[in-house]
């Protein structure tokens, strides 16, 4: 993969590579944290309203 | 740390304004270093790697920094606050550094053809990577609140504590590497993409942070919250901010 | 409870299970002939790698043999009446770790014969061989202890030990197979100290810290 003059020629393959993994991977996260987050916020006004209906 | 009165829910809007900004910072980052910014003179275009790589690693060794503070705080504190936090910066410092792992091997591939190196900064992020799923593990695995937070803030200390020493042990055990790469020795068309993705990515990090906090902290309040009654089995487990 | 005191109940309870311990060393006996089938029989080959065989049969052992250090207090709920005696869980945790770190250097000296026999290595600094392998027993019993007290009272306390404690330990392993390659196959550049007292270091910052924060392991 080395020129003779010694610069790396090329490589755009690498370069997309990295670049589409950090975005795959850095969305990935986010949109699994914001589905937990939701998951999370319904369970707990879940319970809350649970909880008023038992009070009542 | 027995009360949950001190877990208030969370609120606020700086998850979604961090990460939207810090987005939109790494999107324009990457595109200027992507298309705009000239080839390097020996890397090529190999080096635009770089662009997300070393604001990955920066933010992947920040991460577990506010983990490291964060266990200290639940040692010396013991505020449930910290716990959660704990929890969400191992978390996102996990994900960076698995992310970081993998574009230093793409890194490496087309540099030095071969997928790892053993480079003692890449190794010791690959180490820590492993330390802190085993903190997870360790977290997942214990049941008791209060126990899980005073352990995990322990094996954080321990963990954290072993970084200059496999970061030395590995260099010294693979003596060849190659220099850092931070702006001073980066020269200055290259500045521009780098400083805007360091900063896109350090918003993404803080959003994470926060949201996965606050996802923690959901759930701790459901767990510290007293058992419904027996008449009240049907339903769910009242939250403590819910039944005033 | 003293350092003293504690030191003679760890000493007594390891020695009443004796047996465990000499299947402890069969298990690292085993990993070695294994290791020898999978380097292939070869002997410059197996003579290279017989410094990491060594270290590494010693750290899959260790997992074994500290998983079991803190067996018996939570079978039998012990710990929770040593913790009422007017007690120090420091002491108890140094204890604890010195034995283990004991039974460690013992295991690791014991298997050296067979590596000598199975990986055809010869000894010429016997004494020195030892000195490392206590050195590096000590790092490994000293988080090894601290993380048996977590996992043993976890679920999945098997998988537990192992996960926290192997990538925590890659300073001990490295310089410990560093220094014991040295010490084989000679040491032209002078570069043992410099291993040995990376060693040092790290059980100098292990035993330090995990005995200060033990009893935040085990407090109730």
Known sequence: MNAPSGVIEGGWEYVWAAYAVTAVILLGYAASLIARYSAERRKAARGEKGAIEVLS | MTESAALPPPRGPLPWVAGGLGLALLAAGSWIGLFEAPAEQHMGDVQRIMYVHVPTAWNAMLAFTFAFACALLVLWRGDWRWDCRLEAAIEVGVVLSALLCIQGAIWARPTWGVWWDWDPRLTTTAVMLFAFIGILALRRFVDDPSRRAAWSAVATVIAYADVPLVYFSVRWWNSLHQMQSTPETVSSPFHLPLRMNAFGVLLLTCAFISLRARVAQLRLREELSPPPPAWAAPARAPATGGAR | ?220
Request: charged share 10%; glycine share 8%.
């Open chain 3, 1 to 220: 409870m003293s350092l003293a005191a504690a030191l003679r109940k760890e000493g007594l309870v390891q020695w009443r299970t004796r047996a465990r311990f000499l299947a402890v060393l069969a298990f690292g006996a085993v990993t070695l002939l294994l290791f020898s089938f999978a380097a292939g029989p070869d002997a410059a080959t197996l003579r290279r790698h017989a410094p990491g065989f060594l270290w590494l049969a010693l750290m899959l052992s260790s997992t074994l043999a500290l998983a079991e250090s803190f067996q018996a207090e939570f079978e039998q709920r012990a710990l929770e009446g040593l913790l009422l005696l007017p007690a120090s869980a420091r002491s108890l945790f140094y204890g604890k770790a010195l034995v283990n770190a004991a039974q460690l250097a013992l295991l690791g000296t014991a298997l050296v014969p067979l590596t000598v026999v199975l990986y055809d290595v010869s000894l010429p600094r016997p004494g020195a061989l030892v000195g490392v392998i206590v050195l590096g027993a000590a790092g490994l019993s000293a988080p090894g202890t601290l993380y048996a007290a977590m996992s043993s009272q976890a679920r999945a306390r098997q998988m537990l030990l192992p996960l926290l404690l192997f990538p925590l330990v890659v300073p001990v392993l490295l310089s410990a197979v560093k220094g014991t390659a040295l010490l084989l196959a000679g040491d032209p550049m002078g570069q043992l100290p410099s291993w040995l007292l990376l060693l040092a270091a790290f059980d100098a910052i292990y035993w330090s810290l995990c005995g200060l924060l033990f009893d935040r392991v085990v407090e109730e």
